[in-house]
């Protein structure tokens, strides 16, 4: 996903089940900044400071209060994009959304001598906290594109499509990058296997949510053990700010959070720390811009849409240019970092920036797979698709599926790259350096999460198959793929049966085996990879007591025979 807003992440599940949420500061707004003096991050929301229904706008003409939408009628026969018929875009209150806002002059409106006034594109930036489904933002003419986060527009295009419209993704305007994270308290958590038999707090149906349950399913620990995992579902309403608010009281013994609530809560609790985030798992989580299928089947809609996309791109590098510029946007039109820069201050919102990446027209190409490699927007969009069918995310089951593909309008980011020569070559480029020097100290670490992968063997043969091959391309490389970031360790390992000696010897030809196969036909680095032979010396399953994990004994021992993937990296 991309990131959410906390407003926002709070919702999705109300959104899921067709239900329109409250308005926004009943979500957590009023729980995370306080109300002035008496407010208190770190107060759980039952002992909050009494907060009005909605915030108090100051007063109209003063320096404090923020830009508003027009609430003038439109000339809806006045060409799209005009002074009196402008393009509306829904957003939330997300500093993601930052590079927009400096496109349009630091307003909601677009101002004379902005970015978007100079393509002649007039843009309303429409702050919608309380997040409408599209099917009702588009069929109300509220706006005609919203953004969503990737796996939040896996959820609701099949409903979408139920709904008798349809609409695409036409860019990509973020990557969180450490914004989101599993996060603990006690020394001992230091991995996702170290989740089983403790509580986690989080909101259900959300980005990440959705990055914990890929977290569990790619981990080591058994079917039995990953159903001690508790989930605690904090309550919409509350917020990520309930999610915190458990976790800073110790009712819980981990928490899933994203910022500014993650920064808060790992700033406030002593001996907090990340046990596994974006930072590492880079290419899971991406925010989207959607538009309404009916315009972008249109010539003149067409033509609108690619100077927004071309209006964004030119934002990113203005806002990266100047950040301090990219806070003031944020405060000048929306309440909610307004209010969050009163009380924390606004270095606490450029602090912020640092966990996501405003994606420009390289990191689109980049994410999307345009200039080679794997389109994990596609990937991310399918594999989402199916945790939440599996979860029972979608409001209707038998939504239809929609191929990736089929999500994403290209159109628009193809032709600025093939404009930018400049950015098509950067994005071919490796995002990350890897060298030995710093796999050996990243190893030393333990690791964050580690997925068995049953990789077949013929007996005492290190030679892939065709069938392992398969299994390495479906079950291994999207995973290290999600870590783009991350260090690995490839470990082959036995069951107890056979001399130690000459098991410790197989395992590590087949583990090198394995990497062989990743760097050549796949091209990652050989230098993201330790090689290690373990035999029966690392099982994952007590043969002696398989029935204790609910396994056979030789279920157990082929879960012990499996090749491990470790990931090692940044939290």
């Known amino acids: 996903m991309a990131q959410l807003t906390p407003l926002a992440k709070g919702l999705i599940s ?151 419209l349809d609409g695409r993704a036409v860019m990509i305007v973020d990557n969180t990058q450490g914004g989101d994270a599993v996060i603990a308290k006690d020394a001992a958590v230091k991995s996702i296997e170290d989740l089983a038999g403790r509580t986690v707090a989080l909101l259900q149906f959300t980005p990440s949510h959705g990055m914990l349950i890929d977290a569990l399913d790619n981990s080591s620990l058994t079917a039995r053990k990953k159903d001690s995992v508790k989930t605690v579902f904090i309550n919409a309403e509350e917020g990520t700010a309930g999610v915190r608010a458990a976790f800073e009281a110790g009712h819980v013994d981990a928490a899933v959070l994203w910022d500014p609530d993650l920064a808060l809560a790992l700033r406030n609790v002593k001996g907090a720390h990340v046990v596994y985030s974006t930072k590492t798992a880079t290419n899971l989580i991406f925010d989207v811009m959607v538009c309404d299928a009916r315009l972008l089947a249109k010539p003149d809609g067409q033509a609108v849409v690619q100077k927004f996309v071309e209006g964004w791109m030119e934002g990113v590098t203005a806002a990266r240019a100047n950040p301090d510029n990219a806070v003031e946007a944020l405060v000048r039109t929306e309440e909610f970092f307004r209010l969050l820069a009163d009380k924390e201050g606004k270095a606490f919102v450029k602090s912020l920036f640092a966990n996501v990446v405003w994606t420009g027209v390289e990191d689109n190409a980049r994410i999307l797979g345009l200039v080679g490699g794997t389109n994990h927007y596609e990937r991310v969009y399918k594999r989402f698709d199916e945790i939440y069918r599996k979860a029972g995310a979608l409001a209707n089951p038998k939504s239809p599926v929609i191929a ?130 373990n035999g029966p010396d690392r099982p994952l399953c007590n ?24 990931v090692f990296g940044g939290r």
């Not at 329109?20 to 208190?40: D, I, P, Y």
């Not at 393009?87 to 496109?103: C, D, E, W």
């Not at 056979?498 to 050989?526: C, H, I, M």
């Open 14 to 164: 109300v959104i899921v089940i067709g239900v329109a949420g409250s308005l926004a500061w009943n979500f957590g707004l009023k729980e995370r900044v306080g109300t002035g003096a008496g407010g208190n991050p770190g107060t759980p929301p039952a002992a909050s400071a009494p907060a009005p229904a909605k915030p108090t706008p100051a007063k109209p003409g003063s320096s404090a209060e923020p830009a508003k939408a027009s609430a003038r009628a439109d000339d809806r026969n006045a060409p799209l994009g005009s002074p009196t018929n402008p393009l509306k875009v829904s957003l939330v209150s997300f500093h993601g959304y930052a590079p927009a806002l400096v496109a349009n002059g630091n307003a909601l409106e677009t101002q004379a001598g902005s970015l978007y006034a100079k393509k002649d594109l007039n843009v309303r930036f429409v702050i919608q906290d309380d997040i409408p489904t599209l099917a009702t933002v588009f069929e109300s003419g509220a706006a005609q594109c919203a953004w969503r986060t990737s796996d939040f527009w896996a959820q609701e295009q099949p409903n979408l499509r139920n709904a008798g």
């Open 404 to 533: 990736p593909q089929d999500s994403f309008d290209y159109r628009y980011i193809k032709a600025m790259l093939a404009r930018d020569q400049a950015a098509a070559t950067a994005a071919a480029q490796p995002q990350t350096t890897f060298s030995q020097s710093s796999l050996k100290e990243a190893t030393q670490q333990q690791a964050m999460v580690t997925k068995p992968v049953t990789v077949g063997f013929a007996s005492g043969s290190a030679e892939l198959t065709k069938r392992a091959q398969k299994t390495v391309d479906g079950e291994m490389v999207p995973f290290i793929e999600n870590n783009g970031k991350a260090y690995f360790e490839v470990s082959g390992n036995s069951d107890s049966t056979g001399t130690r000696e000459s098991n410790l010897r197989l395992s590590a030809a087949r583990a090198k085996a394995v990497v062989d196969y990743l760097v050549t036909q796949w091209e990652f680095p050989r230098e993201r990879f330790k090689i290690v032979g």
């Open 543 to 566: 043969e002696a007591s398989a029935a204790s994990e609910g396994l056979s004994l030789e279920e157990c021992r082929a879960l012990n025979r499996t090749t491990r993937v470790a």
